[in-house]
């Protein structure tokens, strides 16, 4: 089983910052990786795909980069609805699909 | 209007049964395949079970392999997990998800609370 493991647990920023949200998997999953965005009492929602691919309907401030065993999702400029919990999960080897733990981006 | 919508979940006590349902519309559910993924409370998420399309491939986690049963009537565009011998540490909300590999539409979750 691949095991994803994400850093930092938690990140407070202020809006209008950039952060980097990294993740990193116990042997390499080639490009496939995905980020989802959930927020309190709401579904998980795609982000990225392919590693650095945007979902249907994503602001482009949202990146995706990374290949291997070593990624990062970026926001350029936090905006006040992107506070929420950021997970990586790994399709490169299954079953299981395996999900990171979660990074949450709070206030500052 | 494309979405998943789950149901069936609720308060259940050490060792019993549930039957969640996921009902999907404004898509060919048919052509998908599906999933379930749980949420533990204040954890994250975990990878339950898979079906094919055709369901004629299944998977578990090894977590519930043995307990739980999924399956899908594609008449009713509906996908279901049978939960049996329930143990505390199955308490979670339970979503369904679109997709092998990514996941790329959720439903709203149901929740199950496994307890006396």
């Known amino acids: 089983e691949i095991v994803m493991t994400q850093s930092p647990a938690t990140l407070s920023v202020s809006p209008g910052e950039r952060v980097t949200l990294s993740c990193r998997a116990s042997q390499s999953v080639s490009s496939n990786l995905a980020w989802y965005q959930q927020k309190p009492g709401q579904a998980p929602r795609l982000l990225i795909y392919g590693a650095s691919t945007r979902a249907t309907g994503i602001p482009a401030r949202f990146s995706g980069s990374g290949s291997g065993t070593e990624f990062t999702l970026a926001i350029s400029s936090l905006q006040s609805e992107d506070f929420a919990v950021y997970y990586c999960?790994?399709?490169?080897?299954?079953?299981?699909?395996?999900f990171g733990q979660g990074t949450k981006v709070e206030i500052k | 209007e494309v979405q998943l919508v789950e149901s069936g979940g609720g308060l259940v006590q050490p060792g019993g049964s549930l039957r969640l349902s996921c009902a999907a519309s404004g898509f060919t559910f048919s052509s998908y395949n599906m999933n379930w993924v749980r949420q533990a409370p204040g954890k994250g998420l975990e990878w339950v079970s898979y079906?094919?399309?055709?369901?004629?491939?299944?998977y578990y986690a090894d977590s519930v392999r043995g307990r739980f049963t999924i399956s899908r009537d594609s008449a009713k565009n509906s996908l279901y997990l049978q939960m049996n011998s329930l143990r505390a540490e199955d308490t979670a909300v339970y979503y369904c998800a679109r997709g092998l590999g990514y996941y790329d539409m959720w439903g709203q979750g149901t929740l199950v609370t496994v307890s006396s």
């Open positions: 079906i094919r399309s055709s369901s004629t491939t299944i």
């Open positions: 999960q790994q399709y490169h080897n299954w079953p299981p699909w395996t």
